[in-house]
Structure formats: structure tokens, C-alpha cells
Nanobody, 121 residues
Framework: QVQLVESGGGLVQPGGSLRLSCAAS????????MSWHRQAPGKQRELVAT???????TYADSVKGRFTISRDHMKHTVYLEMNSLRPEDTAVYYC???????????????WGQGTQVTVSS
């Protein structure tokens, strides 16, 4: 079992920055593929960024060059640094943990409870 707790969301003006954190507990953090997803009102949940145990990263086209995902194995935490925020980035952001088998077979893995990010002037 893995427990994920997100933090760092809030209200920010367009062009501003936020850093989200996701603290993991309950299992071997270093073995998990970690990812951030978001869901805006009335829209489907979408993948934002992924980081492997070896810290290889991938990003959605909509956030490339603005967002950075990273992980700290000692702190069992994954981060999402968000810069140049836009109103369309407004969403609930969720952290997800998957084993390699979860990822390969598209199984759910573990989800956090989400943190709200609102970009508005």
C-alpha cells in the first residue's frame, strides 16, 4: 500500500509560479513511477508529467518548458514546479504512484486526494 499526500496548491495570478509536493509513505518509493495529473471542471483527467525511478521525465505538450517534475528519494517526495501559469492551468492536481507492472498494464496504482490550483487575476 502507498499513501500519497499532495500540498502546495492555491490561488496565483497569471504568469506566476507554484510548487506542488506529493509525499509518499507505506512502500518503497524508489520503485514507483510517479506522475502528476490534473482535472479541470467539466473535463477529463489528463496526464501532466511523469518521472521514472531513474528520474527520466516526460511532459504533456501543454506544459513543456513551463513545468518541471522532480523527485527526492530521501524525502519520498515528488514535486511539480509550475512557472508561467495560465488560467487554463486551473484544475485539481493529483499525484499518482505506479509500479512498472501497473504502468505496463495500465492499472490504476495509487492516487492522492488532489490539491486545487487556481490561476486568476
Amino acid at each position: 500500500q502507498v499513501q500519497l499526500v499532495e500540498s502546495g496548491g492555491g490561488l496565483v495570478q497569471p504568469g506566476g509560479s507554484l510548487r506542488l509536493s506529493c509525499a509518499a509513505s507505506g512502500s518503497i518509493f524508489s520503485l514507483f513511477i510517479m506522475s502528476w495529473h490534473r482535472q479541470a471542471p467539466g473535463k477529463q483527467r489528463e496526464l501532466v508529467a511523469t518521472i521514472t525511478p531513474g528520474s527520466s521525465t516526460t511532459y504533456a505538450d501543454s506544459v513543456k518548458g513551463r513545468f518541471t517534475i522532480s523527485r527526492d528519494h530521501m524525502k519520498h517526495t515528488v514535486y511539480l514546479e509550475m512557472n508561467s501559469l495560465r488560467p487554463e492551468d486551473t484544475a485539481v492536481y493529483y499525484c499518482r504512484a505506479q509500479t512498472f507492472d501497473d504502468y505496463r498494464y495500465d492499472r490504476e496504482g495509487y492516487w492522492g486526494q488532489g490539491t486545487q490550483v487556481t490561476v486568476s487575476s
